[in-house]
């Protein structure tokens, strides 16, 4: 069976802990990135600093209504309760989640992109996107290519990082050129590949989609 989702409620649930076995404590802190605008309504997730603008990433097969949404980030604050507190907290992003409607989950399923067979995956296998600058994001497909200003580290998406230290984020790119947005975070631990998951209402309506960074650890991790 491919892997299955986790308890995301939790994920997004200000002030939720957990603990790993080196006795770290992580607290969830739910932060607010902005309104990402879906003018066609296909949702991109992957690593800005890769893909963005190379038409590498394809939106996801479900689509939405085109709008306005909420993005956020669960943001994990790392301590060790038997070390001094840091002077700079250590955080790392859990999860991020696009809001399409806020009404409770009740299922689960893995955001898929075209050709993407979930018979074709084995035990605890997933489809994700790859990371190798440390950040994911969420954007419209019709984004893709409408942030010339963006190239390594120049541009917009490369500022938002700079100017708070490289903090985890999240946080709400605007070209200026062209108006697009994109919302971006830091993934996790960093580099890496990182599934993403649609919630849907008890009607069936999509609610959420939620990529998980993997830092939360599931049932039987630590």
Same mark, same amino acid.
């Not at 989950?105 to 893995?110: D, F, K, L």
């Not at 605890?124 to 419209?140: L, M, Q, R, S, W």
């Given at each position: 069976?491919?892997?299955?989702?986790?308890?995301?409620?939790?994920?997004?649930?200000?002030?939720?802990?957990?603990?790993?076995?080196?006795?770290? +404590?992580?607290? +969830?802190?739910?932060?607010?990135?902005?309104? #990402?605008?879906?003018?066609?309504?296909?949702?991109?997730? *992957?690593?800005?600093?890769?893909?963005?603008?190379?038409?590498?990433?394809?939106?996801?097969?479900?689509?939405?209504?085109?709008?306005?949404?909420?993005?956020?980030?669960?943001?994990?604050?790392?301590?060790?309760? $038997?070390?001094?507190?840091?002077?700079?907290?250590? #955080?790392?992003?859990?999860?991020?989640?696009?809001? +399409?409607? $806020?009404?409770?989950?009740?299922?689960?399923?893995?955001? #898929?992109?075209?050709?993407?067979?979930?018979?074709?995956?084995?035990?605890?296998?997933?489809?994700?996107?790859?990371?190798?600058?440390?950040?994911? *994001?969420?954007?419209?497909?019709?984004?893709?290519?409408?942030?010339?200003? *963006?190239?390594?580290?120049?541009?917009?998406?490369? $500022?938002?990082?700079?100017?708070?230290?490289?903090?985890?984020?999240?946080?709400?790119?605007?070209?200026?050129?062209?108006?697009?947005?994109?919302?971006?975070?830091?993934?996790?631990?960093?580099?890496?590949?990182?599934?993403?998951? +649609?919630?849907?209402?008890?009607?069936?309506?999509?609610? *959420?989609?939620?990529?998980?960074?993997?830092?939360?650890?599931?049932?039987?991790?630590?």
């Amino acid at each position: 069976m491919p892997m299955s989702p986790r308890d995301y409620t939790r994920y997004f649930t200000p002030g939720h802990t957990f603990a790993y076995e080196t006795g770290t +404590i992580g607290t +969830i802190d739910v932060r607010p990135a902005g309104e #990402l605008s879906l003018p066609s309504g296909r949702v991109v997730a *992957c690593d800005p600093f890769v893909a963005l603008g190379a038409g590498e990433s394809e939106p996801f097969t479900v689509t939405v209504e085109p709008g306005r949404y909420r993005v956020e980030a669960a943001v994990a604050t790392l301590a060790d309760p $038997d070390e001094p507190a840091p002077d700079t907290p250590h #955080l790392r992003v859990a999860a991020a989640r696009l809001v +399409i409607r $806020d009404e409770p989950v009740v299922t689960w399923e893995h955001a #898929l992109q075209p050709g993407q067979d979930l018979a074709e995956l084995s035990d605890d296998e997933f489809y994700g996107y790859g990371v190798d600058a440390g950040t994911g *994001c969420f954007y419209d497909a019709e984004s893709d290519g409408a942030f010339p200003e *963006c190239e390594g580290d120049e541009g917009p998406l490369w $500022d938002a990082f700079e100017e708070h230290d490289h903090a985890p984020g999240p946080y709400l790119i605007t070209s200026p050129s062209t108006g697009h947005t994109l919302a971006a975070f830091g993934s996790g631990w960093g580099d890496g590949a990182y599934p993403t998951w +649609i919630g849907r209402t008890k009607t069936g309506a999509v609610a *959420c989609f939620v990529t998980d960074f993997f830092v939360i650890p599931g049932e039987g991790e630590a």
